[in-house]
C-alpha cells in the first residue's frame, strides 16, 4: 500500500545551515501521529517540507506516492490540508466564510459553489460543532472555537491528510482535550491520516497511535508510545531529568520533570569554567548560574548569543572581537580564569581554526588534575579544522581522563 506521507533521506535548511538531516520515515494512510520534540528540533522545518513549502537540500518527500514539490498546489491542496497554530485572516470573516475558503483548491477557476460545496461546508460546520457560529466574526471566537473553525476550512478541502501545527496552542486544558477528540473522530470516522506536532508529551501519547521524536534535525525514536516515551530517550532529547510513571487507573503513560532543576546550594560558589560558542550552551550556564557555581565562560567573539547570554547573567566572560580569531590576551585571561576552577566543561561547540585553542584550557585542567568534561556528541560533524585537529585533541583529552557529558543533568551530576 502506498503510504499517505514518506520522507527519503531528506535534508532540509536555510541559507548554509543544514535543520534536517538524512530524515526518512512514512506515514500510512489512516494513521494518527503526533511529531514531537524541543524548540529548534526542526519540527516546523518539516512541516514546511511535507506540505511543499521548503525545498529539500536532498531527498524527497511524497505525497501518495508523487512528489510534493512537482504536484501542482490545487492539486497538493485537494489531497493535504494544514492547520496552522494561528490563522491570519480578516477579522470581518465570519466562520462560514471561512470554511467557504476551504472549498478554493477543489473549485475551477472563476466558479463559484454549487449546492454539492455547500453541502460539503455543511458537514464541515456540523462536524465540527460550528454549525450555530456559523455567523459569528472571527475575533468574537473563543481560542477553541476559533480552531474549530480552523478545522472545519481545512475538512471543506476534503483532504485525505491533515497536517496540524501545535493544534492546543494557546488552549486551556478543556479545549485542547476538545480538540483531540476532534481529531480523533475525524481519523477513526472518516480515515483522514493526522500529523500534528505537540509540545504536551502526555496528551500526544493519549490521542496518537505513533509517536516521531525529533532531535537536531534527526529521528530519536519512532513508534508507539512505550517504545517513545523512555525516561533515557527522553532526557537524552529534552537535557533535563525527567520522570516516566503509569497512571494506575488509566493506565496511560505519565511524563514528569524532575521537581526541581538543581539545588541552590549544590554549587555552593564553587567555580566552574565553560567554553562555548555558537549559541550552544545558554541553557547549561543558566542552570550553573540557579544551581549557585560561580561561572566563567571563554573565549568567545562579541555578539555571539552565547556571550550575551553570559554578560546577562553577569558571568565572568572573556570576549574576542566579532568574527575573529582568538588572540593570545584572550586566551591568557581565559586560561586565567579557568585555572581557578575545579572543572572544565566544554559543550557541544563547532570547532574551526579560529577557536580551536579554547581547547587547551581543557589541556591544561587535564594536565592539573582538575575534573573536566567534554560533550561528545556530533564531533565529527563539529570539526572544522584542517585535518580534524579538534576531534583528534578532544579523542586525547577523554582518553586522558576527561568525562564525556551530552546531557546537562548528566553534567550536573559529573559536579555532584
Not at 510534493?68 to 491542496?77: E, Y
Not at 485537494?78 to 462560514?96: F, K, S
Not at 558571568?315 to 575573529?324: A, H, N, Q, T, Y
Not at 585571561?333 to 566543561?345: D, H, I, T
Request: some cysteine; aromatic content about 4%.
Amino acid at each position: 500500500m502506498i503510504p499517505a506521507l514518506s520522507c527519503e533521506n531528506l535534508t532540509v535548511g536555510y541559507v548554509r545551515q543544514p535543520v534536517l538531516r538524512d530524515l526518512t520515515f512514512q506515514v500510512a494512510e489512516g494513521e494518527r501521529v503526533a511529531l514531537l520534540g524541543p524548540n529548534g528540533a526542526g519540527k516546523s522545518t518539516l512541516l514546511r517540507a511535507l506540505t511543499g513549502l521548503q525545498p529539500p537540500w536532498s531527498g524527497r518527500v511524497r505525497l501518495f506516492g508523487a512528489d510534493v514539490r512537482r504536484l501542482p498546489a490545487a492539486a497538493r491542496a485537494r489531497l493535504l490540508a494544514v492547520v496552522p497554530q494561528e490563522l491570519r485572516a480578516p477579522a470581518a470573516l465570519t466562520v462560514e466564510d471561512l470554511a467557504f475558503l476551504g472549498r478554493t483548491a477543489p473549485l475551477a477557476p472563476w466558479r463559484a459553489p454549487d449546492e454539492a460545496d455547500r453541502r460539503i461546508v455543511e458537514r464541515a460546520l456540523v462536524y465540527t460543532d460550528m454549525n450555530e457560529l456559523r455567523d459569528r466574526p472571527l475575533d468574537a471566537l473563543s481560542g477553541g472555537e476559533r480552531q474549530r473553525a480552523v478545522i472545519a476550512m481545512a475538512l471543506a478541502q476534503e483532504p485525505r491528510v491533515i497536517v496540524m501545527d501545535e493544534p492546543t496552542t494557546h488552549l486551556d486544558l478543556n479545549h485542547a482535550l476538545e480538540i483531540l477528540q476532534l481529531v480523533e473522530r475525524l481519523n477513526r470516522e472518516q480515515r483522514v491520516t493526522v500529523l500534528m506536532t505537540s509540545h504536551d508529551l502526555n496528551l500526544a501519547a493519549e490521542f496518537c497511535h505513533r509517536l516521531l521524536l525529533l532531535d537536531h534535525g534527526r529521528l530519536a525514536a519512532d513508534g508507539a508510545r512505550d517504545v517513545v516515551l523512555r525516561e533515557d530517550i527522553l532526557r537524552e532529547v529534552y537535557h533535563c531529568d525527567i520522570r516516566v510513571r503509569r497512571d494506575p487507573q488509566s493506565g496511560s503513560l505519565l511524563v514528569l520533570p524532575a521537581r526541581r532543576l538543581a539545588d541552590p546550594r549544590t554549587g555552593r560558589n564553587r567555580r566552574v569554567h565553560v567554553v562555548a560558542g555558537g549559541g550552544c550552551a545558554g541553557e547549561l550556564l543558566r542552570r550553573l548560574s540557579l544551581a549557585g557555581f560561580r561561572v566563567s565562560c571563554g573565549v568567545l567573539n562579541r555578539q555571539d548569543t552565547d556571550a550575551r547570554a553570559a554578560e546577562a547573567l553577569g558571568l565572568d566572560v572573556v570576549l574576542e572581537k566579532p568574527f575573529s580569531p582568538i588572540g593570545a590576551d584572550a586566551l591568557a585571561r581565559a586560561a586565567a580564569l579557568a585555572a581557578e576552577a575545579e572543572a572544565v566543561l566544554v559543550c557541544e561547540v563547532p570547532f574551526g581554526p579560529g577557536n580551536l585553542v579554547n581547547l587547551e584550557l581543557a589541556e591544561q585542567a587535564v594536565r592539573r588534575g582538575a575534573r573536566v568534561l567534554i560533550h561528545d556528541r556530533n564531533l565529527e560533524l563539529r570539526d572544522y579544522t584542517p585535518g580534524r585537529q579538534a576531534l583528534a585533541r578532544i579523542r586525547r583529552l577523554l582518553a586522558g581522563g576527561a568525562r564525556p557529558w551530552h546531557q546537562i543533568s548528566q553534567a550536573m551530576n559529573a559536579l555532584g
